[in-house]
């Protein structure tokens, strides 16, 4: 009984063995798998960063590659994408006069809010801290409205007023997820230009995923804030018939 015993004990030992390496090569080889999901993921965020960088070169369109990267992981989160390049480049030029003209008028805006910023800053009369808050809030305001603008832009069909004036107020009504997407934002830049050792991994990060990735966490925010003001009917408008429910 003894002998018996012990001979079974390498058998069955074999066999966990081998189940554990056929879930092993499951997991390497099978492209359902977690691994390769993430792989795909990470892909799909370098993808749409290498495009972001390439349509950005152009300071001026900055705006328009903003809407389309948003376009893509709306998309993307809702499993309606038809090929990541393509939704990006039908996004880019479907949106690229509203966005620009979006986009400039917010650098001429705020290049004067900095000046302004800059020249009350330098100076001594008695208001300048409250001079300088409402500087900071205009900013504030103005970046709000041009992100929510943009990723309107991506999801929505609507004229420019429209598209600002609804932007705006989506804006103030979600401040949390307002501020939190500022945030995110701001401080992956300050990290950024910590030191020089920050900054040359930053220039890789950035170069590599950091827009992807940045944008990809504040189109969830997008969406949340989205849905809490869009009417079935115009989820109609946006979506397949199959996903609306």
Same mark, same amino acid.
């Given at each position: !009984?003894?002998?018996? &015993? ?12 081998? =189940?554990?390496?056929?879930? !092993?090569?499951? @997991? ?7 691994? =390769? ?45 038809? &090929?990541?390049?393509?939704? #990006? ?6 949106? *690229? ?5 979006? =986009? ?9 809010? %900095? ?5 009350? @800053? ?10 300088? +808050?409402?500087? &900071? ?6 970046? !709000? ?10 999801? *929505? ?10 932007? *705006?107020?989506? &804006? !103030? ?5 307002? %501020? ?17 050792? #920050?900054?040359? #991994?930053?220039?890789? @990060? =950035?170069?590599? +995923? ?36």
């Amino acid at each position: !009984m003894a002998a018996g &015993g012990h001979c079974s004990q390498p058998s069955a030992d074999r066999r966990e063995l081998a =189940w554990e390496e056929v879930e !092993m090569r499951k @997991f390497i080889l099978d492209i359902n798998s977690p691994l =390769w999901r993430f792989m795909g993921f990470m892909g799909d965020l370098v993808c749409v960063n290498l495009l972001f960088l390439l349509t950005s070169v152009p300071v001026i369109t900055i705006g328009a590659s903003i809407t389309a990267m948003h376009s893509v992981f709306f998309r993307l989160r809702e499993k309606r994408d038809n &090929g990541l390049i393509r939704d #990006y480049f039908r996004a880019f030029a479907g949106n *690229f006069r509203k966005s620009t003209i979006i =986009w400039i008028l917010y650098l001429v805006f705020l290049a004067g809010c %900095v000046l302004n910023f800059n020249a009350v @800053f330098h100076t001594g009369i008695p208001q300048k801290k409250m001079i300088m +808050i409402l500087l &900071g809030a205009v900013i504030f305001l103005l970046t !709000m409205t041009v992100m929510y603008s943009l990723a309107m832009l991506a999801r *929505f069909d609507n004229d420019l007023k429209d598209t600002v004036t609804r932007a *705006f107020l989506i &804006g !103030m009504l979600c401040l949390p997820y307002t %501020v939190a997407m500022i945030l995110l934002a701001g401080v992956c830049f300050l990290i950024s230009i910590a030191n020089l050792l #920050y900054l040359l #991994y930053a220039v890789a @990060f =950035w170069f590599l +995923i950091g827009f992807g990735l940045t944008g990809y966490l504040c189109s969830r925010l997008y969406l949340r804030a989205f849905r809490r003001f869009t009417s079935q009917e115009d989820l109609r408008k946006i979506l397949p018939e199959e996903e609306e429910g």
